[in-house]
């Protein structure tokens, strides 16, 4: 059993940054991984970003790479979502989800465990 817990959304002006974070419970680490989704209004929910818990190898969409950086604090259990230089296009619900997977994968229906989201809104 995985619980996530979700933090740090809110609001921010294009160009703005930042970071959210979703802490990990679970009893065994070792082959976990941790991925972002979102869902804007009206859209299907899509793949942001994931990394592997032990190793540290990460996976990016093409919409949000060199400006969304993902990474794990293991002492801390706890994955964080640094999002710069963030765009109107990036507003949506950002989604923590966790599985045990080979490897940091994008496809959604392989993550076994999801937070209960936040809201991320880029604006003027």
């Known amino acids: 059993q995985v619980q996530l817990v979700e933090s740090g959304g809110g609001l921010v002006q294009p160009g703005g940054s930042l970071r959210l974070s979703c802490v990990v419970s679970a009893r065994a680490f070792n082959k976990l991984v941790v991925g972002w989704f979102r869902q804007a209004p009206g859209k299907e929910r899509e793949f942001v970003a994931a990394?592997?818990?032990?190793?540290?190898?990460?996976n990016y969409a093409d919409s949000v790479k060199g400006r969304f950086t993902i990474s794990r604090v293991n002492a801390e259990n706890t994955n964080t979502l640094q999002m710069n230089s963030l765009k109107p296009e990036d507003t949506a619900v950002y989604y923590c989800a966790a599985g045990t997977l080979w490897g940091p994968t994008s496809e959604q229906t392989a993550y076994n465990y999801w937070g209960q989201g936040t809201q991320v809104t880029v604006s003027s």
């Open positions: 990394v592997t818990w032990v190793g540290g190898s990460t």
